[in-house]
């Protein structure tokens, strides 16, 4: 199946409140054309050099997701165009992130991570923590982020109830974050969950963006 036909049969199935994001992590250039020139604007990297040599390289009006583990010595190569970053996991990174933003003159969107997988690799707060942190305004002196919401990726099971029940807590304690903080900037909009292989799952149990590569670009390279 070519992209075009990928992000066609893709799009007929998103709800109209939920966005999608193309994650082109280890795909070619060509590729990402093939889907501007249907329309994609917003595209999806995990790794800093690889986004900086794409954005150097693509149309200007991209709009740029970093979706993978940021490194805190990353954050001054892409503070000054990113769109959103999807994957802020701890207070330093936030910290740093806020500083670059004041660099650059920008307040940097941003999604927390929260950890709701089985599996002990994935990063992100504990649903807890993040409400302890922002209950006890740990996060207000940033005024050069502006966390627009949350994102979380499930366990990588077969078992659709495991997932689905993943996703629910997550949209829980978004509403929750949503209802009971209100922080200058602090605005639940984006509820960033799912990828290929589950991203159904996700939207049925809230989310309103969703991550998905390989069934748009196809298998990518090692
Ligand atoms: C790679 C990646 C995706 C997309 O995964 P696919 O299975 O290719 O859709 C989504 N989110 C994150 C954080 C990723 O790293």
Known sequence: MSVLENLARIKAQLPKHVKLVAISKRQSVDKIQEAYSLGQRDFGENMVQELDIKQKELPGDIRWHMVGHLQRNKVKYLAEYIHLIHGVD???????????GKKVNRVIPCLLQV??????????FAPEELMDHLGNGDFLEFEHVNIQGLMGMATNTENE???AGEFKSLHRLFEKVKNQIDQANVHMEILSMGMSSDF?????NGSNLVRVGSSIFGDRKI
């Open 90 to 100: 701890s207070q330093r990174l936030l910290k740093e992130i806020n500083k670059q």
């Open 161 to 163: 109830s495991q997932v």
């Open 115 to 124: 950890h709701i997988a089985a599996e002990s690799t994935k990063f992100g």
């Open 200 to 204: 159904e799952i996700a939207i049925e």
